[in-house]
């Protein structure tokens, strides 16, 4: 039971972060790639945390994860709510293809 566990969560949060990946790679915008970039990661690698707290049990490892995990949901956010102010202050994302995008 204890694998079936193990192995779900492996394979939520390497789809998870693979889905963020591409996501990155084929979205249009940059707003829409940071939702990728900063949701689904930190989906998949929570999960991969999780899964990595089901391999190893020890009360070492466990903080070490929790401490991760903390740090990951409260960086992962401002970093990508930073980047977006930014990007907006600037005059929005100007992709190629965009009536106004500078040749």
Same mark, same amino acid.
């Given at each position: ?6 192995? *779900?969560?492996?394979? +939520?949060?390497? /789809?998870?972060?693979? @889905?963020? =990946?591409?996501? &990155? #790679? ?11 970039? *900063?949701?689904?990661? +930190?989906?998949? /690698?929570?999960?991969? @945390?999780? =899964?990595?707290? &089901? #391999? ?48």
């Amino acid at each position: 039971m204890k694998e079936i566990l193990i192995e *779900t969560a492996c394979a +939520a949060g390497a /789809l998870a972060v693979f @889905l963020a =990946a591409l996501g &990155l #790679v084929r979205f249009p915008d940059f707003f829409t790639r940071a939702h990728a970039a *900063t949701k689904a990661s +930190a989906f998949g /690698l929570g999960m991969l @945390l999780v =899964a990595h707290v &089901l #391999v190893f049990p020890d009360m070492n490892v466990v903080l070490k994860s929790v401490f991760s995990l903390i740090a990951l949901f409260l960086t992962l956010p401002v970093a990508s709510q930073a980047l977006a102010d930014a990007v907006r202050r600037k005059g929005g994302d100007k992709t190629p293809g965009d009536a106004d995008f500078p040749d």
